[in-house]
């Protein structure tokens, strides 16, 4: 258990709609990121968040957006849902910005119909 | 940008060796990390570099050579639960700030 907490664990909706993916951070962690992993590819980098504001950029499309609150949890919403959306979404988290040690959720598994 | 080379799939004999290579494009490079992934599973940390040399923890290793762009995980005496996924990371600048980027993953099998 890495101590990140991601809900829900299965999402499924159709297609045009939103839906708001949660994650808990380790006890202590300040950063979150967020990443996509699609069937049988590699770990697309979305965002990253350090104590509230975001930190870096990566591939998030427009209809995507994310943000981490007062007590450190984050929340990736993703709207006007499309086919290709469908992935499996992991939330990391690591002590500060730039520790090399990133702790993994065991991710969301998001398929649009 | 950032990118990231891997071998798509390796198959190696259980008890053998086996050393998954990884070549690296970043601006402003601060390490290499290696990460597993069981089938269904979340990634797991298993090493950083951030200077050139080798790094062992337990059976597996990790070398980088910055001058390279290159740095391989090495394997040793391989388990059947070492079938995995394997990943190399970057740690390199992007506007301002630090970015990880994973390469697209190495499907080790290893086979009795």
């Known amino acids: 258990d890495s101590g990140v907490t991601q809900t829900p664990k299965h999402l499924i909706t159709a297609t045009g709609q939103r839906v708001t993916l949660r994650c808990s951070p380790r006890?202590?962690?300040?950063?979150v990121y967020w990443y996509q992993q699609s069937l049988d590819q590699g770990l697309q980098f979305l965002i990253q968040?350090?104590?509230?504001?975001?930190?870096a950029k990566g591939n998030i499309l427009e209809r995507f957006s994310a943000q981490q609150f007062p007590d450190l949890h984050s929340e990736l919403n993703l709207s006007s849902l499309e086919l290709g959306d469908s992935a499996l979404y992991f939330c990391?988290?690591?002590?500060?910005?730039?520790?090399?040690?990133?702790?993994f959720g065991s991710g969301t598994q998001l398929s649009v119909l | 940008g950032q990118s990231l080379e891997q071998p798509s799939e390796v198959t190696a004999v259980e008890g053998a060796i086996v050393q998954i290579n990884c070549t690296y494009q970043?601006?402003?490079?601060?390490?290499l990390s290696w990460y597993q992934q069981h089938d269904g599973g979340a990634p797991t940390f298993l090493s950083y570099?951030?200077?050139?040399g080798l790094e062992e923890t337990g059976r597996f290793s990790s070398f980088l050579s910055r001058s390279d762009s290159y740095g391989y995980l090495l394997l040793q005496e391989l388990q059947m639960k070492d079938s995995a996924s394997y990943f190399c990371?970057?740690?390199?600048?992007?506007?301002?700030?630090?970015?990880?980027?994973f390469g697209t993953g190495t499907k080790l099998q290893v086979i009795p």
């Open positions: 990391a988290s690591s002590e500060d910005a730039t520790n090399e040690k990133l702790f």
């Open positions: 006890s202590g962690d300040l950063s």
């Open positions: 968040y350090y104590n509230g504001e975001e930190r």
């Open positions: 970043t601006s402003g490079f601060y390490g």
């Open positions: 570099n951030a200077l050139d």
């Open positions: 990371a970057v740690r390199g600048a992007s506007g301002g700030y630090q970015k990880v980027t």
